[in-house]
């Protein structure tokens, strides 16, 4: 498999998550454990190489949340080139508290 083939897979696979979209105010993520695992499931490993709050400047109050998920790739020639699957929670809850509820955007690249 080419890996912009692989690319177009995990998108493919990432859209098809049911329950991702709109918003959530849920403390567990959900929603991007539900990526994550529907990934796994179709057979690609996954591992998260990334995660962290993003920050307001001015206030200090964490207005995201990204992770970022990598899928190994190997060439036919043999040369890695992983795929990384981004996925961001965007802070959509009241000025106090922005990530009480939030909104998903996920995708491979």
């Known amino acids: 498999m080419t890996r912009s083939k692989l690319v177009k897979t995990l998108n493919a696979v990432i859209n098809a998550v049911p329950n991702t979209g709109g918003f959530h105010n849920d403390q567990f993520w959900t929603p991007i454990h539900a990526i ?3 990934v796994i499931e179709a057979g690609y490993e996954a591992a998260c190489v990334q995660s962290e709050y993003q920050h307001d400047p001015k206030t200090g109050l964490a207005m995201s949340k990204v992770w970022l998920y990598e899928v190994p790739y190997t060439s036919d020639a043999g040369k890695q080139s992983p795929v990384y699957i981004r996925i961001v929670a965007a802070g959509a ?12 955007v996920a995708y491979a690249s």
Request: charged share 20%.
């Open 93 to 104: 809850g009241s000025v106090q508290e922005p990530l009480n509820t939030y909104d998903v």
């Open 36 to 38: 994550r695992n529907a």
